[in-house]
């Protein structure tokens, strides 16, 4: 049977033509309706096995863990290393899970902000989400300039609520002398607005500057190609849509053409040095031929296995764009049911445009009461997440979600909505 059309079939019709179907099973959920992937993504249920064989491993190995046979944690992070770099479109030596999403910005501004008296500015968007505004903000002072004159912020036009991308295109031209980097999101986190990630590449690359992106909304929910965009760096969590655990390991991507290049400045730690002579204790750093030589420490086990359960499942799936296609046959769903259902009454700020969007609506109530209707969605067990100051996000995840999951959903707001 073929996935269907959403725009004619009924959601029990939709189920039963779902290839992915059968992958829910694969996760637990709390009591309700769990729509709430976009901030932490629902638990596979092979976590518990995987951390569990580290935890006896600990408990009989010791110290020797490290270096056992199967598994090594020496190379454990280096098992998801595939994994990642399919989900990215970047190659192996460009990917590595790493430390925290706000961590690994901070390091790579380090090695890619470099600026100069003449180029100094960094361009974001006015409503980044704070750790990317803060990040900015604090490599500026860093460096002794000032974000005042430093940071440019663009923002979207005059009752709008998206960025428009000509003006994002436009204000990197019109910095460009000055620019030194752009940081952008690829998902917008509060919109869900997917931005034209290769476009602002060639556009920074055309005056000059770096350009990195944030994709803590991006990875797993939409399909990347960082490598063939030319993108200079890029870092994102793996607790949303890669399922991975409240607080899990992040990543990193770098370009390969700047991987060795020893110019870069560049924070270093134990574990980015030769791991062939990392035990020798020298203290001459002899850096990793890939990206991995950002790496400080060494690796989290316990959070790295949990994103192995996850990886797991989404190569079943059949990679991201298996779960792409399901996700905007979902929001198609999504979209046709709101309409019909709640008209007027709620306005998806979310563009309309299936390349702008992933699976995460941003829903604003008409009538104003927004924080009403969460509270009250809250206590019919509907799980999604609200945002100040008059959003309500709802993500239909496609390796978990049904399409029954989103039409009880419409059902239960139509009654609460006035």
Known sequence: ???????????????????????????????????????????????R???????????????????SEQTPWKDYHELVTTPLANLVGGRPSEVVAMNALTVNLHLLMVSFYRPTPERHKILIESHAFPSDHFAAESQIRQRGFDPESSL??????DGEETLNPDDILAAIAEHG???AMVMLPGVQYYTGQVLPMAAITKAGHDVGAMVGFDLAHGVGNIELQLHDWDVDFAAWCSYKYLNAGPGAVAGAFVH??????????????????????????????DPIPTVESWQMSNAPILPLAALRASFDIIERAGGISAMRAKSERQVA?????LDETLGDRVNNITPTAMHERG?????????????RVFSELEAAHVLCDWREPDVIRVAPVPLYNSFADIDRFVEIFDGIVT
């Open 49 to 67: 096995q995987l951390v569990n064989t580290e935890l006896d491993r600990w408990g009989t190995l010791g110290v020797e863990g490290h270096f």
């Open 152 to 157: 440019v912020l663009v923002a979207p036009r």
């Open 333 to 337: 769903f999504l979209d046709r049911r």
């Open 359 to 371: 699976c995460q609506f941003a829903l604003r109530v008409t009538a104003g009461d927004g924080k």
């Open 256 to 285: 390969e053409r700047h991987v060795n290049d020893q110019s870069l400045p560049k924070l270093v730690g134990w574990w980015g040095t030769n791991p062939a002579t990392r035990f020798e204790m020298a203290t001459t750093f």
């Open 177 to 179: 002398d000055e620019l």
């Open 1 to 47: 049977m073929s996935p269907g059309d959403p725009a004619n079939l009924t959601a029990a019709e939709l189920d039963a033509a779902d290839p992915l179907a059968t992958l829910r099973d694969e996760f637990e959920f709390p009591d309700g309706i769990y729509l709430v992937g976009n901030s932490l993504g629902a638990m596979p249920k092979a976590v």
